[in-house]
């Protein structure tokens, strides 16, 4: 964190526990947080080989704090076993995501669970049951991250996932975590061959005032990340906004024509905040985006 505020990852890539050379790989591409996977893509008679590999992952990382692990739901027996791991692993992941969860005492019981062995990760939980849209605020206010899940959430709907299908789930989220400052986190893209369709979908959900995105597939990243990613530009105009509400006295001014006044600032103050925590923890002043979105 920088001066109170959290650095928010940008990207997230998926890379499910079967084999250490593919997790360490996976390392290797640029997203902001790895997430090792030991829930869906690991099968119910791997899981115990898919905790050692990530384990040894987590031992071989040069940047743990930036390595996630998404573990099972936590009231089956698999979850159990996965916090008895990362509780004796020696060194701890930056982040825990949870799946299945249906209440913000979830949140609290499995911090608590994990503060018990010195393990303080930062927990995100997957918003993928119709419980957890419910009760947003509870979940919200609990984790430090939402993370939007499509594919379940549709299964219980009944719906196909599309825009329109997701959008009252995400209007919620982005809204909730607004309110309790909490990180929010778009759905991964299952349309592997039509990249317009990640683009036009990312894009959008930074619209909504998502944060993040993840990703299965590593080919995807350079796209979210140019597209969530802090952009030079737009730091620039965000104290460029700051700095002509503050020579007005707090008051409303005028910027290249445009009437900019004390809410205009206060959003100004947390885009610059934010970019700078992400360039704290996550990358360095040369890492932003310049204008017009090019790397």
Same mark, same amino acid.
């Given at each position: ?37 030991? =829930? ?38 698999? $979850? ?34 994990? $503060? ?5 990760? =930062? ?7 119709? =419980? ?87 080919? =995807? ?75």
């Amino acid at each position: 964190m920088t001066g109170g505020v959290r650095a928010v990852p940008s990207s997230f890539l998926y890379t499910p526990a079967l084999s250490l050379e593919r997790v360490m790989k996976a390392q290797s591409y640029d997203a902001d947080m790895h997430l090792i996977d030991l =829930e869906d893509s690991v099968p119910p008679a791997d899981k115990p080989a898919a905790r050692a590999v990530c384990r040894a992952a987590l031992e071989k990382s040069v940047r743990p704090m930036n390595v996630g692990v998404r573990v099972n739901e936590l009231g089956s027996l698999a $979850a159990v076993h996965d916090v008895q791991m990362l509780a004796d692993s020696p060194v701890k992941p930056g982040l825990v995501l949870m799946t299945m969860v249906t209440s913000g005492h979830e949140v609290e019981l499995l911090r608590r669970m994990l $503060a018990s062995a010195d393990a303080h990760p =930062e927990i995100y939980v997957t918003v993928e049951t119709v =419980e957890a849209v419910a009760r947003i605020d509870s979940v919200a206010r609990a984790a430090d991250g939402l993370v939007l899940g499509s594919a379940d959430l549709a299964a219980t709907l009944g719906v196909d996932i599309n825009w329109e299908n997701m959008l009252a789930a995400r209007q919620a989220m982005a809204m909730s975590c607004a309110r309790f400052g909490t990180a929010c986190v778009d759905t991964a893209n299952y349309r592997l061959a039509e990249p317009d369709v990640l683009a036009e979908e990312t894009s959008r959900v930074r619209a909504l005032g998502f944060h993040g995105k993840v990703t299965v597939h590593p080919s =995807e990243l350079a796209t979210i990340n140019r597209i969530l990613r802090p952009r030079a530009d737009e730091l620039d105009q965000a104290r460029r906004v700051a700095a002509a509400v503050a020579a007005a006295n707090g008051g409303i001014a005028v910027l290249d024509g445009h009437m900019v006044g004390p809410p205009f600032a206060r959003r100004a103050r947390d885009t610059i905040a934010r970019g700078d925590a992400w360039t704290s923890r996550f990358g360095s002043a040369a890492d932003t985006v310049g204008n017009g979105g090019e790397a």
